[in-house]
T-cell receptor
Framework: KQEVTQIPAALSVPEGENLVLNCSFT??????LQWFRQDPGKGLTSLLL?????REQTSGRLNASLDKSSGRSTLYIAASQPGDSATYLC????????FGKGTRLHILP | KAGVTQTPRYLIKTRGQQVTLSCSPI?????VSWYQQTPGQGLQFLFE???????NKGNFPGRFSGRQFSNSRSEMNVSTLELGDSALYLC?????????????FGDGTRLSIL
């Protein structure tokens, strides 16, 4: 049974720092991995999607990597800003989409 | 292009009642998936509909059901509500079926059971 774990559950960093969020999954037979952002009281916004054949994807200050063999993905955020404060979720797709419980990120001004 | 629209945004019900939630996908999207989000369990997959047919189902009791109409709009119904059904219910649409498709989410319906 696929399980997705995100560590840490919460993170506070000063504005301007680079940071890494981690996601691990137990079954490497996935179609893709997706990173989402969720603001309080809102739905999910897709940030990056990495297909199983890819190693990384980049969008602006965000870079996501995927290592299927070790069951790990990282989301790298460069030069963090207060507007980056949100909960970040990763999700893997096999026959269903399985989400991690997220990392609550707080960027300190 | 309008995003995924969920109605209502907030709902309060009592135990034993039933509820129907609505989701209008992005225009042209034919797949709609439903999720339940709670603080304890996180986001859990309920079911996926494509071309008016349930294509995939999560591990929820039969009290949770859904349907999809010919215009791709979807409804989710929960009968005999329990306190544990209090949650944010999210709907996501994608152009075609399959969990490999990028998902576009609505802002959800917050359901509170008293």
């Amino acid at each position: 049974k696929q399980e997705v774990t995100q560590i840490p559950a919460a993170l506070s960093v000063p504005e301007g720092e680079n940071l890494v969020l981690n996601c691990s999954f137990t079954d490497s037979a996935i179609y893709n991995l997706q990173w989402f952002r969720q603001d309080p009281g809102k739905g999910l916004t897709s940030l990056l999607l990495i297909q199983s054949s890819q190693r990384e994807q980049t969008s602006g200050r965000l870079n996501a990597s995927l290592d299927k063999s070790s069951g790990r993905s990282t989301l790298y955020i460069a030069a963090s800003q207060p507007g980056d404060s949100a909960t970040y979720l990763c999700a893997v797709s096999d026959d269903k989409i399985i989400f991690g419980k997220g990392t609550r990120l707080h960027i300190l001004p | 292009k309008a995003g995924v629209t969920q109605t209502p945004r907030y709902l309060i019900k009592t135990r034993g009642q039933q509820v129907t939630l609505s989701c209008s996908p992005i225009s042209g999207h034919r797949s709609v998936s439903w999720y339940q989000q709670t603080p304890g369990q996180g986001l859990q997959f309920l079911f996926e509909y494509f071309s008016e047919t349930q294509r995939n189902k999560g591990n929820f009791p039969g009290r949770f059901s859904g349907r999809q109409f010919s215009n791709s709009r979807s409804e989710m119904n929960v009968s005999t509500l329990e306190l544990g059904d209090s949650a944010l219910y999210l709907c996501a649409s994608s152009p075609t079926a399959g969990s490999g498709q990028p998902q576009h989410f609505g802002d959800g319906t917050r359901l509170s059971i008293l």
